[in-house]
């Protein structure tokens, strides 16, 4: 059973950081390499980072149990004209068991609460993976954002958007 908590204390940031090391490493460093993903985890990633994102830059977390444990990680943030769809991940062990659906549909949920017809996320143009999974859902890739990200490293996306 899939069950969405919000992320409000400390403890659910740590859990958010563990969560984000394990799927990280896992999955992007054969996109853009071992120490990318050592700056983007400690810069964006960091249980100080997430938290700062939630009380200072408008930023909601939450976190989605697979038979009541940990299996990924969803991030949103509320823009003008949009919800920005910051983070969605999911355990290696746990994909492919509608996970990330659920997420997606609490985005979707959240966006129409807020008025908001568009989702929109950013995608590493070698994703392709995700850019499949995002398109099965609905997205539509809008343009190319290049990111420079600190200490000689760039985020290299695709932006996608999907009409709620």
Sequence with gaps: ???ITVANKQSDYVLLENLADTIW??????????????YMLDKFQSAKAIQNQIENEG???FIMHFDKKPAGYLGIKKERDYLFLSKIYV????RGKKI???AM???????KAYQLKAIRLGVNINNTNSIKA???LGFEKIHTFVTDIGNGFVMDDF???KRV
């Design 1 to 3: 059973m899939i069950k």
């Design 25 to 38: 490493r896992e999955h992007y460093i054969p996109i853009v390499g071992k120490p990318q993903i050592d």
């Design 59 to 61: 930023f909601e977390y």
């Design 91 to 94: 355990l290696r062990s746990h």
């Design 100 to 102: 990330g659906k659920a």
């Design 105 to 111: 549909l609490k985005a979707e949920e959240k966006a």
């Design 134 to 136: 995002y398109e099965k």
């Design 159 to 161: 932006i996608m958007e």
